[in-house]
T-cell receptor, first 115, second 111 residues
Framework: GAVVSQHPSWVICKSGTSVKIECRSLDFQATTMFWYRQFPKQSLMLMATSNEGSKATYEQGVEKDKFLINHASLTLSTLTVTSAHPEDSSFYIC???????????FGSGTRLTVV | SQQGEEDPQALSIQEGENATMNCSYKTSINNLQWYRQNSGRGLVHLILIRSNEREKHSGRLRVTLDTSKKSSSLLITASRAADTASYFCATNSNSGYALNFGKGTSLLVTP
């Protein structure tokens, strides 16, 4: 079946630094990717929707300059958390929508800890 | 935006018992899906039920959908300790749109 590879699985960074998270669709083309954030014991909150070759659409309350999303190819989307702060510590998960399919495939998530 | 509400928020049962989780949503949907998430891991798709379907089975899973009440239930029969996880319902209003997740039910199955 479809697989989305998400890296890194966990990362610890210092306040003020930037962290890049990658999601790659393996063996299928993902025209749309979604980025979610999940705080402990809470549900997944949609951050943004990214379409290949165009600017991402951010949900209300999500700062586009802080969470940079790039979807330059049909198999790769990246989320960069810029100038990270401890409150950005969370679990970030991507989801890829396969072309001409109703199938959503999720990455394994990235645990970000900002110290 | 978050629109699903699951209940119970937490459920603790013994192996062999059945586990029932409910989900309610607010807007019209294209389909409803159930996912499972082990602690600190990604999501695993369990089952999808379309808006014109009322019931669906997959192995030990049984899902119902009542669009008039905007609710769904997930039944796991003959539960196992390995079923311990969080379960989320997710909906979208149209094909290709982002999934909106419910708050989830944390299931604990004790041996």
């Amino acid at each position: 079946g479809a697989v989305v590879s998400q890296h890194p699985s966990w990362v610890i960074c210092k306040s003020g630094t930037s962290v890049k998270i990658e999601c790659r669709s393996l063996d299928f083309q993902a025209t749309t990717m979604f980025w979610y954030r999940q705080f402990p014991k809470q549900s997944l909150m949609l951050m943004a929707t990214s379409n290949e070759g165009s600017k991402a659409t951010y949900e209300q309350g999500v700062e586009k300059d802080k969470f940079l999303i790039n979807h330059a190819s049909l198999t790769l989307s990246t989320l960069t958390v810029t100038s990270a702060h401890p409150e950005d510590s969370s679990f970030y998960i991507c989801s890829a929508l396969e072309w001409d399919s109703n199938g959503y495939t999720f990455g394994s998530g990235t645990r970000l800890t900002v110290v | 935006s978050q629109q699903g509400e699951e209940d119970p928020q937490a459920l603790s049962i013994q192996e062999g018992e059945n586990a029932t989780m409910n989900c309610s949503y607010k807007t019209s949907i294209n389909n409803l899906q159930w996912y499972r998430q082990n602690s600190g891991r990604g999501l695993v798709h369990l089952i999808l039920i379309r808006s014109n379907e009322r019931e669906k089975h997959s192995g030990r899973l049984r899902v119902t959908l009542d669009t008039s009440k905007k609710s769904s239930s997930l039944l796991i029969t003959a539960s196992r300790a390995a079923d311990t996880a969080s379960y989320f319902c997710a909906t979208n209003s149209n094909s290709g749109y982002a999934l909106n997740f419910g708050k989830g039910t944390s299931l604990l199955v004790t041996p």
